[in-house]
């Protein structure tokens, strides 16, 4: 019998030529919105692979009636939206695709905190609104980035990406906060790690690269905010319930910190009345981080291939919980 994988959104051609070339049989849901939870439960049940994403919640309600499932692969670096714990106590295999959108994130990242130094979505805006008045000495003043401190919250591989292109550009001093050290980028990048609250105090730009886990949520909050500097940028780029954004509003409010660049919100969609899409040092997209044709071609690619390998080779080249496969 041919396997059946329901791929969940519509996803690039490149990792769905690759399963189509197989000998699957393939339910692709070609509506632009994702499946609700009961459609997707509905559909996953008459299928024995499931192609996912980061808008599909994979929770302990999918998995109690999906338990049957020979593999989920996601795609997405990103698997808070997979209650991995349980995956795995059922014995599925849980792929991801990590890499493949490093350096368009770290773009982001980056573009971000340039805009945000000099305030460029809302001066854009005031043209819009038709408020471009005469050339002014002392209006619209933004920082310079050059030989400032960026602080990592989390330097992995987008991390990594977002430092170079600091350090490159303007010669940037690094420092990161990790559970882990990672020693290889120390010496790559002249990095130093500090202690959380360091990483508060010290940094200019703090761009966080970190995943969204219980110890990670909502840790930028009032508080935390208070002890940066009243001149820093807060980034994120990563997932939105990192920081706590109410918080975050008031923070810049109060002067507690400059501003803030956003990719990912807490939540998402964010609404447009949010006060922050009004504030003059604040920039934000609406998750776009890995959106170049070049990622998201790589990260269907990886996608497709961690089901097709799982079905040729029992095996998985990118795994969450590599535990399940037999060794
Ligand atoms: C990820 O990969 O986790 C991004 O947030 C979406 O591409």
């Avoid at 192609?51 to 692969?73: A, G, M, N, V």
């Avoid at 305030?119 to 471009?132: A, C, N």
């Avoid at 940028?233 to 939105?240: C, K, P, Q, S, V």
């Avoid at 447009?272 to 040092?281: A, F, H, S």
Wanted: proline share 5%; with cysteine; glycine share 6%.
């Amino acid at each position: 019998m041919k396997k059946k994988i329901l791929v969940s959104r519509l996803y690039p051609k490149a990792g769905i030529r690759l399963l189509e070339k197989e000998d699957f049989a393939l339910t692709l849901w070609e509506k632009e919105r994702p499946m609700t939870q009961t459609e997707l439960i509905e559909q996953a049940k008459t299928h024995h692979a499931l192609l996912c994403t980061l808008t599909d919640r994979i929770d302990q309600h999918f998995l109690k009636h999906c338990r049957h499932l020979e593999i989920i692969s996601q795609f997405a670096v990103g698997y808070d939206n997979i209650d991995i714990e349980k995956a795995t106590s059922f014995g599925i295999p849980v792929g991801f695709t990590p890499d493949a959108m490093s350096e368009a994130t770290a773009d982001i990242a980056f573009g971000l905190m340039i805009a945000v130094a000099r305030k460029m979505f809302f001066l854009h805006k005031t043209i819009i609104k038709g408020q471009w008045g005469h050339f002014n000495p002392t209006g619209n003043l933004g920082l310079e980035l050059k030989n400032k401190t960026l602080g990592i919250f989390g330097l992995g591989r987008i991390g990594v990406k977002m430092a170079q292109r600091c350090k490159n550009a303007y010669d940037m001093d690094i420092i990161y906060h990790n559970r882990t050290r990672n020693k290889a980028a120390e010496k790559m990048l002249n990095a130093t790690y500090v202690k959380f609250d360091d990483l508060l105090l010290q940094s200019d730009v703090l761009s966080v690269h970190c995943a969204l886990t219980s110890a990670t949520k909502e840790i930028f909050n009032g508080p935390v905010f208070k002890k940066m500097k009243s001149s820093a940028i807060f980034i994120n780029t990563a997932r939105g319930p990192i920081h706590h954004e109410k918080d975050l509003a008031q923070a810049i409010l109060k002067g507690d910190i400059w501003g803030t660049g956003l990719d990912v919100t807490n939540p998402e969609p964010m609404q447009p009345d949010n006060p922050l899409l009004t504030m003059e040092n604040v920039c934000i997209l609406p998750h776009v981080g890995s959106g170049t044709i070049e990622a998201r071609d790589q990260m269907s690619v990886l996608a497709a291939m961690n089901i097709i390998k799982f079905y040729k080779n029992d095996n998985v080249p990118h795994i969450v919980n590599p535990e399940v496969l037999k060794p």
